[in-house]
């Protein structure tokens, strides 16, 4: 099946090789005109309750809320909207800081930035110690009774690194340890669930959805110990001089007008990748990765930093920066990135280059994607199109 035919992206961009899925996902049809649907039939504020369309749209709201919450085993009541991933992370460590102002907290060398630096800033004034660690075998290992939080993603947008959410969850919860499952890079490839998390964190414009739009899930018994860290309106009850009483729903984490077109985008992107299911896509993207792997390694002086299966492949060309690489092969209407991708803890470890090429697939990559990549890598005119 020619998946490329859903996404106007390639229609109105002939010959683009796109590589960068990790980044950021085209939309389907589906899910553009969701957005458009709203801007011309019902663009009608919540607030405005008394209403016919101001009834469906709030209908609309709850309606999204329960099918993105469904999709990753999370109660209505346990399902917030933010802008992205990087917002909804700020969030939950922020509120936690709140709660927990001593012990340790076990984060990994893969992190995204997003999944570092807020604990960096947040918990500066509590007496927290941060530990890193590599991969499942060295969280367990490096769990004590002062730990309080362990935040990993369940993909890397680096390496591949293979961390057992389930078998570390276990042993979590027996703790009272706090797990934090950045999902961003995981919830387009792979099942994400409440069920082995205490809070999950994910982007829509990861998951063929609109940019601007995130989830923040947190079980129910966690976020019912928790504060707001904004406040604004529709969570107000009443104010009484300098007091003032909250609702004792999720409109309490929600003040202010919520991105309602993006949210309605969020749910068809989320019926979209349901439709054709984790299990076709993973076929797709193994075989793809598969034959990428192949692929590359036969490529003069390329050095390749993934393993076969990997479906973000990083490399380096000998001799050539990074950066001229994905300059050449952008130039060239092939999109990859370079650098370290907002991951600069494990540029700190022993045998990592400090700036890699990365190429991420998706389902509507094809193996001619590919052999347009290698052909221009082949060639290694990195300069020539100057």
């Given amino acids: 099946m020619n998946y490329k035919k859903m996404f106007p992206m390639f229609k109105n961009n002939k010959g683009i090789v796109y590589l960068d899925n990790s980044a950021l996902t085209f939309k389907p049809y589906e899910v553009i005109e969701e957005g458009n649907n709203f801007y011309e039939k019902y663009s009608i504020s919540t607030r405005t309750s008394d209403s016919i369309l101001g009834i469906e749209v709030a209908k609309k709201i709850i309606d999204s809320r329960k099918i993105i919450g469904n999709f990753i085993d999370a109660k209505l009541n346990e399902t917030l909207f933010t802008s992205g991933t990087t917002e ?9 800081s709140k709660i927990i102002y001593d ?6 060398y893969f992190n995204h930035n997003s999944n ?7 918990f500066k004034n509590n007496n927290c110690k941060f530990i890193f660690a590599l991969d499942t075998n ?10 309080k939080i362990i935040s990993l993603s369940q993909i890397t947008n680096n390496f591949n690194i293979n961390f057992d959410l389930k078998k570390i969850y276990e042993i979590a919860s027996k703790k009272n340890i706090i ?7 995981a919830i387009s490839h792979e099942k994400v669930t409440l069920k082995n998390s205490d809070i999950i964190a994910f982007s829509s414009n990861k998951i063929f959805g609109p940019t601007g739009m995130g989830i923040l899930a947190i079980k129910e018994n966690l976020l019912e110990k928790l504060s707001p860290q904004k406040w604004g309106g529709g969570q107000v009850i009443n104010v009484k001089g300098c007091n003032w009483t909250s609702k004792n729903d999720i409109q309490k984490f929600e003040p202010g007008t919520l991105n309602f077109a993006g949210i309605f985008q969020f749910k068809k992107a989320i019926e979209f990748i349901s439709n054709i299911g984790y299990e076709t896509i993973n076929k797709i993207e193994m075989e793809l990765a598969n034959y990428a792997y192949e692929k590359l390694i036969k490529v003069k002086d390329l050095q390749l930093a993934s393993k076969k299966g990997d479906k973000i492949i990083m490399f380096n060309i000998k001799n050539i920066s990074s950066q001229d690489v994905a300059s050449y092969l952008g130039h060239n209407n092939i999109y990859v990135r370079s650098g370290v991708f907002c991951a600069h803890s494990f540029t700190n470890l022993k045998g990592y280059d400090k700036s890699y090429v990365r190429l991420s697939l998706s389902f509507y990559n094809t193996k001619t994607d590919i052999n347009k990549l290698v052909k221009y890598l082949k060639k290694g005119e990195y300069f020539d199109f100057l």
């Fill in 103 to 108: 012990g340790e907290i076990i984060l990994t």
């Fill in 116 to 122: 570092i630096i807020p604990f960096f800033e947040q």
């Fill in 88 to 96: 909804s992370l700020n969030l939950a460590i922020s509120m936690l």
């Fill in 138 to 147: 060295d969280i367990i290992s490096k769990i004590t009774n002062k730990t």
């Fill in 179 to 185: 797990l934090i499952n950045d999902a961003a890079q």
